[in-house]
């Protein structure tokens, strides 16, 4: 890597600099903390948990629910659902625990089965998020799910039952 000068860089880099401060400025912090984790067999993200999140406050106020999880190959983050209260609506709450995951994690954003009024929420979050290079995905289809899985099916532990039928046949 070179330490070269590179004029587009160092301009295209200070403007990506001056959108995540403003981003950042315009955002209401939230913090996600940890309700519940959920791993069984017939999860979505098996072996990896699903996570349930309290949106809240930087003073502790609980102002939404969150439900995500990354997947076995920790590529992707999905999520299937952020409610924020009704009188919290329209001022940047959504986008912000967006922001917050993309932040802490990372990962190409996968929203699951949008619906309704959420089309527009995640439009937008999909465009301010690109602009200071968060990435996300586009809408996961239900019947898109299996062939996702497929993705992480060589992780995903046999149960013991089947491993027992399968050495069984291969003896006989």
């Given at each position: 890597?070179?330490?070269e000068f590179?004029p587009?860089?160092?301009?295209?880099?200070r403007?990506?600099?001056l959108?995540l401060?403003?981003?950042?400025?315009r955002?209401?912090a939230v913090?996600l903390?940890?309700l519940?984790t959920n791993q069984?067999?017939?999860?979505y993200?098996?072996p990896?948990?699903k996570?349930l999140?309290a949106?809240?406050?930087v003073?502790g106020?609980?102002?939404?629910i969150?439900?995500?999880?990354?997947n076995p190959?920790?590529?992707?983050?999905?999520?299937f659902?952020?409610?924020?209260q009704?009188?919290?609506r329209?001022q940047?709450?959504?986008?912000?625990?967006l922001?917050?995951?993309s932040q802490?994690?990372?990962?190409?954003?996968?929203?699951?089965h949008?619906?309704?009024?959420?089309?527009?929420f995640?439009?937008?979050?999909?465009e301010?998020?690109?602009?200071v290079?968060?990435?996300?995905g586009e809408?996961?289809?239900f019947n898109q799910m299996?062939?996702?899985?497929?993705?992480?099916?060589?992780?995903?532990?046999e149960?013991?039952h089947l491993?027992?039928i399968r050495?069984?046949?291969?003896s006989h």
């Amino acid at each position: 890597m070179s330490d070269e000068f590179d004029p587009l860089v160092d301009f295209y880099g200070r403007r990506r600099l001056l959108r995540l401060r403003a981003l950042t400025a315009r955002l209401p912090a939230v913090q996600l903390e940890t309700l519940y984790t959920n791993q069984t067999h017939r999860d979505y993200l098996y072996p990896n948990p699903k996570f349930l999140a309290a949106v809240q406050t930087v003073d502790g106020q609980q102002i939404g629910i969150l439900s995500y999880g990354i997947n076995p190959l920790n590529d992707r983050l999905y999520v299937f659902q952020i409610e924020i209260q009704r009188e919290y609506r329209r001022q940047g709450y959504g986008l912000a625990v967006l922001w917050t995951l993309s932040q802490q994690h990372g990962l190409l954003i996968m929203p699951n089965h949008i619906t309704g009024t959420a089309l527009d929420f995640w439009r937008q979050a999909r465009e301010i998020l690109r602009s200071v290079g968060g990435t996300i995905g586009e809408d996961l289809r239900f019947n898109q799910m299996e062939e996702e899985k497929a993705r992480w099916a060589h992780l995903v532990p046999e149960p013991e039952h089947l491993r027992l039928i399968r050495e069984y046949e291969a003896s006989h």
